[in-house]
């Protein structure tokens, strides 16, 4: 079963990020933003206002 982890750090990911790279000599193999995930159902925006286009 894969396990998918999920940070939430209060908009202070990239200063958390950049501590835990320096402290731990640490590698971030993948960060994707909440603003580029393409499923959009967690921000209550739908995905047609997201590429622009009114409702």
């Known amino acids: 079963m ?3 982890t999920t ?3 209060s ?3 990239e200063e958390a ?4 790279t ?5 590698e971030t193999v993948f960060l994707m933003r ?3 995930s393409p499923d959009r159902t967690h921000t209550g925006q739908s995905l047609s206002r997201a590429k622009g286009r009114k409702r």
């Open 17 to 20: 990020l950049n501590f835990y």
């Open 11 to 13: 908009g202070r990911t």
């Open 7 to 9: 940070l939430n750090l």
């Open 34 to 36: 909440f603003r580029e």
């Open 2 to 4: 894969p396990v998918i």
């Open 22 to 26: 320096e402290a731990l000599n640490a």
